[in-house]
């Protein structure tokens, strides 16, 4: 039996017994079990996004009101280095082909760093309050989500080169790069809803298609589809999930999630769909059907509005803002059975 059967097994098995542990709406939690709590450094405050290096095998977190990034073993969650003096950090992009992680730092910096000694490379400009950063290997090309303008900054030759900024609409969210169709994809709120889906071309700095998200407020969390058939986006102002076909009509389903929808994360092995929220809520979608399908709920704890997942090991990772000890850690947990 496979570790996707096997969870499913256990979920059904949950949904047997005469008193499951379930939220209002009827459905079971998620079956998730405790692997550690990991010390992490720095002040109980405001952890963002996080990325997997799966060449380093590191976790890389942003310590947003910390001013810092945390670089993890995926192995174990212990703590391998501290970068200091990053202020505002939120998003984060893992570039092994070229040896750096990028993070974006407010007020209107990227900052470039080595994945392999971890040390700071450089600085450079982007627009103002940057939040989501995407990868693009085919162009070499860095996708920076300009938040307090509206905008996407496309900076050539791996962050080093020249920026080209693209004004979408009154606020970005987040910002993911498809190699099936060579584009970036950002979340946009408008002046007038509903929210948006854009695609730009890296090379050109043209967009390419605006999805309507009927639905979605606040479209802000963005990942695509394993497939990238369609795009999932989080909608934190009215705590929604959006599916997007990408092609066709582009058919929008819309499921519900904790309040304050925020960090999408994928296991693809599983076809599993982490939706971590500002409550420290966790909703969890199958990826294997069609439109929105539920599997269950979880909490893995307050402020946990971060989520990870390593697609090798089904392991699921949030940095809770204060522990049993009132100090940091790094909650790592798992599907049961797996």
Same mark, same amino acid.
């Given at each position: 039996?496979?570790?996707? +059967? *096997?969870?499913?097994?256990?979920?059904?098995?949950?949904?047997? %017994?005469?008193?499951?542990?379930?939220?209002?709406?009827?459905?079971?939690?998620?079956?998730?079990?405790?692997?550690?709590?990991? =010390?992490?450094?720095? =002040?109980?405050? #405001?952890?963002?996004?996080?990325?997997?290096?799966?060449?380093?095998?590191?976790?890389?977190?942003?310590? *947003?009101?910390?001013?810092?990034?945390?670089?993890?073993?995926?192995?174990?969650?212990?703590?391998?280095?501290?970068?200091?003096?990053?202020?505002?950090? #939120?998003?984060?992009?893992?570039?092994?082909?070229?040896?750096?992680?990028?993070?974006?730092?407010?007020?209107?910096?990227?900052?470039?760093?080595?994945?392999?000694?971890?040390?700071?490379? %450089?600085?450079?400009?982007?627009?103002?309050?940057?939040?989501?950063?995407?990868?693009?290997?085919?162009?070499?090309?860095?996708?920076?989500?300009?938040? %307090?303008?509206?905008?996407?900054?496309?900076?050539?030759?791996?962050?080093?080169?020249?920026?080209?900024?693209?004004?979408?609409? !009154?606020?970005?969210?987040?910002?993911?790069?498809?190699?099936?169709? %060579?584009?970036?994809?950002?979340?946009?709120?408008?002046?007038? =809803?509903?929210?948006?889906?854009?695609?730009?071309?890296?090379?050109?700095?043209? !967009?390419?298609?605006?999805?309507?998200?009927?639905?979605?407020?606040?479209?802000?969390?963005? #990942?695509?589809? =394993?497939?990238?058939?369609?795009?999932?986006?989080?909608?934190?102002?009215?705590?929604?999930? +959006?599916?997007?076909?990408?092609?066709?009509?582009?058919?929008?389903?819309?499921?519900?999630?904790?309040?304050?929808?925020?960090?999408?994360?994928?296991?693809?092995?599983?076809?599993?769909?982490?939706? +971590?929220?500002?409550?420290?809520?966790?909703?969890?979608?199958?990826?294997?059907?069609?439109?929105?399908?539920?599997?269950?709920?979880?909490?893995?704890?307050?402020?946990?509005?971060?989520?990870?997942?390593?697609?090798?090991?089904?392991?699921?990772?949030?940095?809770? *803002?204060?522990?049993?000890?009132?100090?940091?850690?790094?909650?790592?947990?798992?599907?049961?059975?797996?």
């Amino acid at each position: 039996m496979n570790a996707r +059967a *096997m969870l499913l097994l256990v979920l059904a098995g949950c949904a047997s %017994k005469s008193a499951p542990v379930a939220p209002a709406d009827g459905h079971v939690g998620l079956p998730l079990v405790p692997v550690a709590d990991v =010390p992490l450094p720095g =002040p109980a405050n #405001r952890f963002d996004y996080q990325e997997i290096d799966p060449v380093a095998g590191h976790l890389i977190v942003a310590h *947003m009101n910390a001013g810092s990034v945390v670089v993890a073993n995926l192995s174990d969650g212990s703590v391998v280095k501290e970068l200091p003096g990053i202020p505002v950090a #939120r998003g984060v992009a893992v570039a092994d082909d070229v040896g750096i992680v990028f993070v974006t730092s407010s007020p209107s910096s990227l900052v470039l760093v080595d994945n392999k000694a971890l040390t700071e490379i %450089k600085r450079v400009t982007t627009g103002n309050g940057p939040d989501g950063v995407a990868w693009d290997p085919d162009h070499k090309v860095v996708g920076v989500s300009d938040q %307090k303008d509206g905008a996407i900054s496309l900076i050539a030759d791996a962050g080093s080169g020249a920026r080209t900024q693209v004004k979408l609409g !009154t606020e970005t969210g987040n910002v993911v790069y498809d190699a099936m169709r %060579k584009v970036f994809w950002i979340t946009v709120v408008t002046s007038s =809803p509903p929210d948006q889906l854009v695609s730009v071309d890296p090379i050109t700095s043209n !967009t390419i298609s605006t999805i309507l998200l009927p639905g979605c407020e606040g479209a802000h969390g963005l #990942r695509l589809h =394993p497939d990238a058939k369609s795009a999932f986006v989080a909608c934190e102002n009215n705590d929604k999930l +959006a599916r997007v076909d990408l092609d066709g009509a582009h058919a929008v389903s819309i499921g519900s999630t904790g309040a304050g929808a925020d960090v999408l994360a994928i296991d693809p092995g599983l076809s599993l769909l982490y939706v +971590a929220a500002e409550s420290g809520d966790l909703t969890v979608f199958d990826l294997s059907q069609p439109g929105i399908a539920l599997l269950g709920h979880d909490n893995p704890g307050p402020n946990s509005h971060s989520v990870a997942v390593d697609p090798q090991t089904h392991r699921v990772f949030f940095p809770i *803002m204060q522990g049993p000890a009132g100090t940091p850690v790094l909650r790592i947990e798992k599907p049961t059975g797996i």
